[in-house]
Nanobody, 127 residues
Framework: VQLQASGGGLVQAGGSLRLSCAAS????????VAWFRQAPGKEREFVKG????????YQSDSVKGRFTISRDNAKNTVYLQMDSLKPEDTAVYYC?????????????????????WGQGTLVTVSS
């Protein structure tokens, strides 16, 4: 399974971007998908994730009300819509996936949960 993240770029504070994570090698009809990010000089952190079968979404407090995760089954793609961007959202964003389904924040937010990772896409938010 390969994950290809794209959609990053430079945007002013208050603007929006939509990141894409396209999966190849396997059609996701179940499992868990998430976005993480790593800011310069910081550890990678969990942003938002959901179960592919639907029903549960988890997110970091820092993105509540601003980031939305969605999917296109036909395209085997997951999206992260980021609105009201702030300079502190500047980071490399990674998508991650596992074929297993989880229902607790502790699993969603742990990097070891995920078997597959995209290469990362850089988001820069200017003030």
């Amino acid at each position: 399974v390969q994950l290809q993240a794209s959609g990053g770029g430079l945007v002013q504070a208050g603007g929006s971007l939509r990141l894409s994570c396209a999966a190849s090698g396997r059609t996701f009809s179940s499992g868990t998908v998430a976005w993480f990010r790593q800011a310069p000089g910081k550890e990678r952190e969990f942003v938002k994730g959901f179960t592919w079968s639907g029903g549960r979404t988890y997110q970091s407090d820092s993105v509540k009300g601003r980031f939305t995760i969605s999917r296109d089954n036909a395209k085997n793609t997951v999206y992260l819509q980021m609105d009201s961007l702030k300079p502190e959202d500047t980071a490399v964003y990674y998508c991650a996936a596992t074929v297993r389904t989880y229902y607790t924040m502790s699993y969603y937010s742990s990097e070891v949960t995920y078997d597959y990772w995209g290469q990362g896409t850089l988001v820069t938010v200017s003030s």
